[in-house]
């Protein structure tokens, strides 16, 4: 199991740390030769058969706006991806676009490609578009199309969002439901978040509220969307946060987008984390707006993260923009942090063999286990005793100074193998650095979960509740 701290429900106690988010740094820029891609919320599909990285996002091109495809072999730099097909339509304004014109008419956009691993195979690829209809008041029509290749796209009959969607939307499949989950608007215009479920890209959920401004909010911001990503045993999001400008008429021109980190164990309720952007207005290229889109792994194993940029503010979108590329540490969203000396205590865990790794970056940084008498007294509900471990202290652990992102515990004469399937609290010793996470085959118990298993063998289940 993997241990992010983005809260404190593992956590028995702490002291001299604090929360940090991470930092992603911008490695690479596109910039499309047809189009400008300030609202291009690029979608990435990893082709593994073919080892190359397919890029799908939106650009203005003229007055039109179009879908088009970029292609890569490491996931960072991006080149024009053109279609074969392109030949036979009746209008093509980049050899790169996605769709025939014809297919989907004026006025749409990509809110999406998302790879199913559920569907045959010539329908792994789904495209949801939304275009809208000047004739049909608050109704835009929300297309779902189908392809293998990311070349040849076929129209299906159902439409994924019973109202008007809009481009801010994403898909990912939640593995505690057992359902593909799509984010998007409640509405056009309406500028907050909500989920659609679907079994099988025929038959769709109504949409359900899981994201709007509370009152710690600053005032008047605006929710923009969410792209949901699994990650590990949860589910990690970017909330997009729009500084909407202080006016007294429909807030449109002017205001600047970033993006906070969110976080769910279970993929239907989300919780904020620090309320600070994980996405800044902190380079020219991101100045006015900046929208990451999508998440995945290059080719070295790298966490990176795709995103339109804009330096200018919202509502100034054509003629402006690129894509960007960060690059984020593996586990890198958040981390207790100290700048001098930090120690955390975790919760009681059945340890049930292998390796136990920590993400970690620091100046110094040791390991001590216990136990505790909870086998004796299964029912003592006030709490257990700490005890040490022999040969597991922090003066016989291999102290570690550095930055890994799997750092192995290890233990001057002990093995850690020898209390497999025993319960053992971390207590861990930071100076002057950052611990991102805590990974291996451990199984957190309250107190009610050690009553469980020592009388009955009974383990938690902690699938969707982390």
């Known amino acids: 199991m993997q241990f992010l701290f983005f809260d404190d429900k593992n956590i028995m106690s702490r002291s001299g740390v604090t929360r940090k988010l991470g930092t992603p740094e911008i490695i690479a820029q596109y910039n499309d030769p047809y189009a400008s891609t300030s609202t291009g919320l690029p979608s990435v599909w990893y082709d593994e058969e073919n080892k190359q990285y397919h890029m799908f996002y939106n650009g203005n091109v003229g007055d039109y706006t179009i879908a088009l495809h970029a292609i890569s072999e490491d996931g960072i730099n991006y080149r024009p991806c053109e279609n074969p097909n392109r030949h036979s339509w009746r209008y093509c304004l980049a050899p790169h676009q996605m769709f025939d014109p014809d297919i989907y008419g004026d006025g749409g956009e990509l809110a999406c490609v998302y790879f199913d691993h559920t569907a045959p195979r010539h329908e792994r690829l789904k495209a949801l578009y939304t275009r809208g209809d000047a004739n049909v008041a608050r109704i835009m029509h929300n297309y779902l199309y189908t392809s293998e290749d990311g070349f040849d796209w076929k129209l299906q009959p159902q439409e994924w969002h019973n109202l008007a969607a809009e481009p801010c939307a994403t898909c990912f499949y939640n593995n505690v439901t057992g359902k593909h989950t799509i984010v998007a608007r409640p509405d056009a215009g309406v500028r907050r978040v909500g989920i659609i479920e679907t079994d099988d890209f025929k038959s769709f959920s109504d949409l359900k509220l899981v994201m709007t401004p509370d009152s710690l ?140 790794t920590v993400n970690i970056k620091c100046e110094s940084f040791s390991c001590a286990l216990y136990t505790d008498d909870s086998i004796n007294e299964p029912m003592r509900w006030q709490g257990y005793d700490l005890l040490p471990i022999d040969g597991y202290s922090h003066e016989e652990f291999n102290t570690f100074s550095g930055d890994e992102t799997d750092h192995k515990l290890t233990w001057k004469s002990a093995e850690l193998e020898a209390l497999k399937d025993k319960i053992i609290y971390f207590e861990i010793k930071i100076k002057n650095g950052d611990l991102y996470s805590l990974n291996g085959e451990l199984t957190p118990m309250q107190i009610i979960d050690l009553a469980r298993y020592h009388m009955h063998g009974i383990m938690p289940d902690l699938k969707g509740i982390g």
Not at 224 to 235: K, L, Q, R, T
Not at 245 to 251: G, L, T
Not at 278 to 293: A, C, I, R, Y
Not at 294 to 316: Q, W
């Open 217 to 356: 909010d600053e005032p008047l911001v605006e929710h923009y969307g969410m792209p949901v990503f699994p990650y590990g045993d949860i589910f990690v999001g970017f909330l997009y946060i729009y500084h909407a400008p202080n006016v007294r008429f429909r807030k449109y021109l002017d205001g600047k987008m970033d993006a906070e980190l969110v976080y769910s164990y279970n993929g239907t309720n989300y919780n904020r984390t620090l309320r600070k952007p994980l996405f800044k207005n902190d380079t020219p290229e991101t100045e006015g707006m900046v929208f990451p889109s999508d998440m995945y792994y290059g080719k070295n194993g790298e966490l990176l993260v795709c995103a339109s940029a804009n330096p200018k503010e919202h509502g100034y979108f054509k003629g402006n923009g690129s894509i960007v590329i960060y690059r984020l540490r593996k586990d890198g969203f958040i981390s207790f942090h100290t700048d001098a000396d930090g120690e955390v205590l975790t919760l009681p865990m059945l340890y049930r063999g292998g390796d136990i």
